[in-house]
T-cell receptor, first 112, second 110 residues
Framework: DGGITQSPKYLFRKEGQNVTLSCEQNLNHDAMYWYRQDPGQGLRLIYY???????QKGDIAEGYSVSREKKESFPLTVTSAQKNPTAFYLC???????????FGEGSWLTVV | KQEVTQIPAALSVPEGENLVLNCSFTDSAIYNLQWFRQDPGKGLTSLLLIQSSQREQTSGRLNASLDKSSGRSTLYIAASQPGDSATYLCAVNSGYALNFGKGTSLLVTP
């Protein structure tokens, strides 16, 4: 199937631990994105990448890190520096920056 | 910074009604505007994308319009069905990524 795959669907993290969320796409898209969604809030941009080996900070990048070593993969690491990491994380991709953006099914992260 | 507002925040209608969801944005310098649907606990499904040079787009019972100069877009849903119940999100692309509104939560009752 073509699309965007996020894993894991649910993840629990202890305070002080780093966790990595996986995002893989087989759409041959150049651009990829990470968004965070909190209850009652709109989606907020964490990081985005236009091409391999390049990425830019979004509106709420503090406490997060990414890499883009392969076109199809854009993992997000939530570090212990992120003060309120419990949220729903959504990965997305598009052919280019002005094209239709498609989303994965999301990953729920809970800090315990 | 681009601000996107959606009105109403929630809407409940009986099955069969036509309805309009509203989206406004503060900066008219946009590349495009995209409407999404989100079911509870799920990712976003793209419904319609309107390029900045277009005035409207249609897909089945959905019609989206764009008035860039006034910073407004509407999503029209004809003959609503219970399966249309979801949150509808408007997002504006101002050059590098999407800026989202908080959504309209729609409930269509049988």
């Amino acid at each position: 199937d073509g699309g965007i795959t996020q894993s894991p669907k649910y993840l629990f993290r202890k305070e002080g631990q780093n966790v990595t969320l996986s995002c893989e796409q087989n759409l041959n898209h150049d651009a990829m994105y990470w968004y965070r969604q909190d209850p009652g809030q709109g989606l907020r941009l964490i990081y985005y990448s236009q091409i391999v080996n390049d990425f830019q900070k979004g509106d709420i990048a503090e406490g997060y890190s990414v890499s883009r070593e392969k076109k199809e993969s854009f993992p997000l690491t939530v570090t212990s520096a992120q003060k309120n990491p419990t949220a729903f994380y959504l990965c997305a991709s598009s052919a280019g920056l002005g094209d239709t953006i498609y989303f994965g099914e999301g990953s729920w992260l809970t800090v315990v | 910074k681009q601000e996107v507002t959606q009105i109403p925040a929630a809407l409940s209608v009986p099955e069969g009604e036509n309805l309009v969801l509203n989206c406004s944005f503060t900066d008219s310098a946009i590349y495009n505007l995209q409407w999404f649907r989100q079911d509870p606990g799920k990712g976003l499904t793209s419904l319609l994308l309107i390029q900045s040079s277009q005035r409207e787009q249609t897909s089945g019972r959905l019609n989206a319009s764009l008035d860039k100069s006034s910073g407004r877009s509407t999503l029209y849903i004809a003959a609503s069905q219970p399966g249309d119940s979801a949150t509808y999100l408007c997002a504006v692309n101002s050059g590098y990524a999407l800026n989202f509104g908080k959504g309209t939560s729609l409930l269509v009752t049988p």
